[in-house]
């Protein structure tokens, strides 16, 4: 008799975690996902400002499970899912059956309807996304250090942000320590210091999900370090000149996009109700209603809380969901059998910049240098693999001894040359 087929869409922290609970049992696991690693998300925006390599935060994932002989990994894009005839198709057209589903798509960055905004603001989710964001801060300095006036490199060197969410924040922080820093002597013919940085949230306070006093702090640490924190303001328009923020207009060649997520398109031909983030409604045990084996996860669940609120999109909640549906099929509950999923909350942190962070774990708040250390450890620990915790802790002494960024390589140029400002002197 063959073994129970369970099929993970997703190798992010809640498909990962899932096909790890399942490793060497007697079910048959195929892991899909549309890439060969797993990214360590929470830290990709280092790679973003130059501050880690690709290859620290991201680890093969078949690497990962080659201790399961029971796992096989497929590298392939997911382009529907059958819930009645139980398989799910890839791009290719091939089609792969399953007894159980597990759904941890993840999602991308939202434009909210504004979608001709992506080709000026990029969002962040990809190591694609980040070295394309790496080398537009780069290649910016570069463009402003031909310029033969200031009003001529000021639009290169203003930086917009939008979105004060945890990505916001800790990208405004990193493009101040870059420039105020680590570039602070590489160039002579601009100074660095001068560089502006805009971070634009609609909401009255950065950081909304953390409590008030919180985010007024990460806003103090914000200003310390240069960033012009905009809120209750809404972006109206974005192009190749700017950000129109309401009246005002800031000329920026640098915008990034840091303000929504929008679960995959492929939870679509589910056909079941979605919310507004295209997460699929799930019940109490992650499973879809009506369809006992297919379980929706991480980003791609609108699972709710004991207060009824939707779980936020945090990687500790795929983790634990991950485990969680393992568990069930581990155990082969029925439905009327399996427990509620609940949410162990372990706190969450954000980080503003070197010795400047801020944390919450229960009623228990604190910022500062404390804080700051909280957040390197806790990131140091969740990283997969000896080698990358010690790429990354080795990289942060560095950074922090020395106030330099190792990975300011641009590896292409992504514009021509004959793009670049003239130079007349």
């Known amino acids: 008799m063959a073994n129970t087929k369970i099929v993970i869409l997703g190798g ?21 996902d549309r890439t060969n690693h797993h990214l360590f998300q929470p ?52 089609r792969l059956g399953f007894e159980h589903l ?12 504004n979608d001709s905004w992506e080709e000026f603001a990029p969002g962040l ?85 953390y409590p008030e006093n919180l985010s007024n702090k990460a806003r103090l640490y914000l200003e310390h370090f240069g960033v012009n924190v905009i809120t209750g303001k809404r972006v109206t328009n974005v192009t190749k000149e700017g950000v129109t923020i309401e009246e005002m207009m800031i000329p920026a060649e640098n915008i990034l996009w840091a303000a929504g997520n929008q679960a ?42 004991k207060q009824g609120k939707p779980l936020p999109a945090l990687a500790p909640v795929a983790v634990q969901q991950g485990r969680f549906v393992a568990d069930i099929l581990r155990k082969k509950l029925s439905k009327n059998q ?24 229960g009623k228990v708040q604190f910022s500062g240098l404390l804080a700051w250390f909280a957040w390197c450890f806790v990131h140091v620990l969740y990283l997969i693999g000896f080698r990358n915790r010690m790429a990354v802790l080795s990289q942060w002494l560095f950074s922090y001894f020395s106030s330099q960024k190792g990975a300011r390589l641009i590896y292409r140029m992504t514009e021509s040359e004959e793009e670049f400002p003239h130079m007349h002197s």
């Open 12 to 32: 992010g922290f809640g498909g990962l975690n899932a096909a790890k609970a399942l490793g060497n049992s007697k079910f048959d696991v195929w892991l899909i």
């Open 43 to 94: 830290l990709l925006y280092q790679v973003a400002s130059a501050a880690l390599s690709p290859g620290d935060i991201a680890v093969p994932i078949r690497e990962i499970l080659s201790p399961y002989p029971n796992i096989t990994v497929l590298m392939g894009d997911v382009i529907a899912i059958d819930k009645e005839k139980k398989h799910v198709v890839l791009r290719n057209g091939d």
């Open 102 to 113: 597990i759904v941890s798509l993840g999602a991308r960055h939202s434009y909210f309807g």
């Open 125 to 209: 989710k990809t190591l694609k996304d980040a070295l394309q964001i790496r080398e537009r801060i780069l290649i910016s300095f570069e463009k402003a250090e031909r310029c033969d006036s200031i009003s001529e490199a000021k639009k290169y060197l203003n930086f917009v942000i939008i979105g004060g969410g945890p990505t916001g924040v800790e990208m405004a922080g990193a493009i101040a320590e870059i420039a105020n820093e680590t570039l602070l002597k590489n160039f002579r013919r601009i100074d660095t210091t001068k560089t502006k940085i805009y971070l634009v949230e609609g909401s009255s306070h950065i950081l909304p999900v």
């Open 264 to 305: 995959s398109s492929v939870l679509k031909t589910l056909e079941v109700p979605l919310d507004r983030q295209g997460r699929a409604s799930v019940d109490a045990d992650l499973s879809l209603a009506g369809y006992p084996d297919i379980f929706i996860i991480g980003d791609s669940a609108c699972a709710l809380d």
């Open 338 to 361: 399996r427990p509620a999923f609940c949410y162990r909350d372990k706190g969450t942190m954000a980080t503003i910049g070197k010795t400047k962070a801020i944390g919450m774990f």
